[in-house]
């Protein structure tokens, strides 16, 4: 006997992994997420780290109890980075709602103060620069009063900058205040030089670090205010968690008025199965069932609709949205980080940090960025002081050999009579200051973060960067059909007998007789209220047909099965008990009904239960689907009895989406379980092409057609679907859209999720996607442009030609610029979402 290896007949089960945030400060650049990163995946226990520099969130995947939060945050916070683990109390919650006013508070009032700093070292720096042109103020063209402003510049404002720069040098993990620390000091202290010793004839130039510390405060005090635009939706999401419930406390559904006795606790105290009282104006704080009174609700916060949904026992309501008209009483179903509206919350924070694929690009350049340019500067320095000097010395002494005038003139534009020395240093401190790893860590999260945002507030949910990515890169467009191209609302259109089944069933009643005169006391009072009889040993009628049908489908959900229910409940027919319920998604059900197995389904499901098909009844099914109705064939005790006729109408907004997908340039297919002929049907009236209809494939099979289409058509796919069903299609394919009125492993499956349920609202979340990811690549082409155009410039490739460098001020303010421009875009969003 051969025998297998052990791996192979048991293999190691995976690790359950739990999912760590942090919140990270310190953070200053992509250098500093890179250090970040580096940090928490060299701990044991690890398997993977995300950091957002916009939202500054860490985001830590680990196995199940192998790392401990606090020991993470400590670490980080050792290393420079002030770190505390997010409580584990609902994200969504009070906490951490007060925590961001008050954060938010703390850093707008920070920034004001920055602003505030920036503008005065500015207005100086620049009455610096005017002295030279007017000598009438005395103070003006004093060196020692420059002197003293740089000094209080770089100990008070600067000091924070210095201090982290070194800290980060230390830590072998120099970041962006690194470089501008260094650039500052290095002006500060060739100015004091040439201050002290007159001798050198070196230019004092104090007016360049206070200019460059200034442009930095400034530059960043924008981009923090741009930040705290970006992120106000995600405030707004968290603002919409109530925070109180009245409690119900001895509910009496016959006396549930606005008398009712209630307490008021918080909202995350609430239980499943406590009945709330929410007032005209109040918050829903949970979701729930409405079980008494009659109202509107706006949901707009979920759906982004403007108009209220009425609601009326037993309709549900969710967690977040506003009473606006009635006071009902609601059964709390779904509490605390359970409700739709914290997973909301909680699906939107985590989009916000994952990171687009492309952003591995800047954060792998991130990660040697600092000490690329410090080797730039530095190859400057050698290049001018050893080479350049002598190679142009006319731009040393562009002057002609006019004297220094000592420290009177404590500045001057770059081509004036300097030594080899100075403007070396001068070039290279520019070189230092103007690269700028910020607009690196700040391209795509704060892309991300306006996009997801703006999505939030249309009922959009996109999963992160790297979903909008993938649907940059789509080109086809699969749509289940049932629940997601039609309404999903079917009727029942037919209800017919097949020939010969009257004298089967006759049988059948003959055998059964004796079990039938058993229940007969039992069942009764049930056939006397009935229309017409129930059993399936009478002999059969359609609305006996349908009877059974309703009993087996009460199994189920299925828009099918509610359409066969609501059809006996219409017809007034007495629905008897099933047992035994058994369903094959996408193929049929099957239940016993007073001791007899009855089988709804389509033909593979009947003949895999042996059930033959006559040619009659091939016949009739087939005319029935040319139709465009769905067949569903009836089996009572392994016989075919009858056949049911559905009928599904399209969305409304079904072939506007489908010819707008295709303005896009998408190829449209419709995926189906359904007969060939009902699924053409469809497709002809949303103008579906024949070629792109795919029919008969049961759900098992849909991820693998999805499968085939990635491989042999080298297709990037979008799976638009609702069911349970298909989910497996829904992971399988690059993007899985989908649609909120189905279930939750749907949704929880998709990388897109349409709160509104509407079924345009595909082509808005691809338009959304498109335009977040264009300005992903946008804030990424500038970053990289800016240092690689500025770091020539600052580096003087233009000065022996064109007498034109950038000074180590000019060189600040460019750094400065290009942080803002690149958030400043990413707010641009808001206006193309607007239609501006």
Known sequence: MQLVPKTQLDPEPTPQLEKIILDVGGMKCAGCVNAVERQLTQQSGVKSACVNLATEVAVVESEVGAVDPDMLAQRLTAAGFPTQPRKPRDQAGEATIEDSAQKQRQQMLKAFRQLMIAGVLLVFSGIGHLGNLGG???????????????????????????VDGWLGWRRNAPN???????????????????????????ECFFDEPVMMLGFILLGRTLEQQARGKAAAAFRQLLALQPQVARLIANPNPEKMGLGANTVEIPADQVKVGEWLQVLPGDKIPVDGEVSFGQTTVDESMLTGEAVPVIKQPPDKVAAGTINQSGAIAIIATRTGNDTTLAHIVALVEAAQTRKAPIQKLADTAAG????????????????WYFFGSHIWPDVVMSGGGMPMMSHATHHSPLPNPHSPLLVSLKLAIAVMVVACPCALGLATPTAILVGTGIGAERGLLIKGGDVLERVHQLDTIVFDKTGTLTTGNAIVTDCLLLEGTSQQAEGRRQQAEGRRQEAEGRRQELINSSPSPSSPSSPPTPQSLLQLAAAVESGTHHPL???????????????????DFHTEPGMGVSGVVDGETVLLGNWNWLSWYGVSLSEAAQQEAQKLA???????????????????????????????????????????????????????????????DSADVVAGVPPAKKA??????????????????????????????????AVQSGTDVAMETAQIVLMRDRISDVVESIELSRATFNKIRQNLFWA????????????????????????????????AFSSVSVVTNSLLLRRLAKGE
Not at 191 to 199: G, Y
Not at 638 to 646: E, K, P, Y
Not at 721 to 734: E, K, M, T, V, Y
């Open 368 to 383: 040697y960025f600092t000490y690329a340019i410090l080797t730039a500067s530095l190859l400057t320095f050698i290049f």
């Open 176 to 202: 962006m205040n690194t470089l501008v620390g260094l650039g500052t000091i290095t002006a500060y202290t060739t100015s004091v030089v040439a201050l002290l010793f007159p001798q050198m004839g070196w």
């Open 784 to 815: 990289f442009a800016y240092n690689t155009i500025g770091i020539p410039l600052a580096a003087g490739v233009l000065l022996p030609n064109f007498g034109f460098v950038l000074s180590p001020s000019g060189a600040a303010a460019l750094m």
């Open 136 to 162: 009438s103020i005395p103070l003006l063209n004093n060196i020692w009063f420059h002197f003293g402003l740089a000094t209080v510049a770089i100990l008070i404002p600067g000091r924070p900058i210095l």
């Open 704 to 737: 693998a057609f999805i499968q085939e289409l990635q491989t042999q058509s080298a297709a990037k796919v979008a799976m638009v679907g609702d069911g349970i069903n298909d989910a497996p299609a829904l992971s399988q394919a690059d993007v899985g859209i």
């Open 626 to 688: 040319t139709e465009g109705k769905t067949v569903v064939g009836v089996a009572v005790g392994g016989t075919l009895a009858g056949l049911i006729a559905v009928q599904d109408t399209t969305r409304t907004d079904a072939q506007a989406t489908v010819d707008k997908l295709r303005q896009m340039g998408l190829r449209v297919m419709l995926l189906s379980g359904d007969r060939p002929e009902t699924a053409n049907a469809i497709a002809q009236q949303l103008g579906i």
């Open 561 to 579: 099965a509610n359409a066969i229910k609501q059809a006996a409940q219409k017809q007034q027919l007495s629905i008897p008990a099933a047992v």
